[in-house]
């Protein structure tokens, strides 16, 4: 008797749980999401520096992927053959990379480790979770979220 109270007990908790961390895993993807695209915007900025060239986050909103490379053939911001891939990935389905503020899509770094330009770019999980990765002028990287898409913290 005791064992089926016992068991009947660890039913409801489970069947109050499981519902929850389904919830959760896809937060837990956009957050994922966003701190990747941070690295790759770190390790952009450093190894433009270590490498003395160009590097460059070019970002594709159709197909929610972004591509970062050395930019050492001609530096003019696309990939030409030659150039190192560092970075490819692509979002996993539920989320949407959704705008950019980076002209023409595409960020990146100087020699000197100085941001081609500042921008920001929008992730969201449906319409109710919202990231965005801002890189401003002077290089700082910072992540903002919001439950609105309008209003930040």
Partial sequence: MELMVVIAIVGIMAGIAIPNFFSFLPKSRLRSATRDIVSCFQEMKLRAIKENARTVVVFDLANDRYTAFVDNGPENGVWNAGETIIEQETL????????????????????????????????????????TVIVNTAGNIRIQMSTDGVNWN
């Fill in 92 to 131: 996993p389905p539920d989320l949407d990379m959704y705008n950019t503020t980076f002209v023409a899509h595409t960020g990146g770094f100087t020699a000197r480790g100085l941001p081609r330009n500042g921008g920001t770019v929008f992730i969201r999980y449906r319409n109710t979770d919202y990231r």
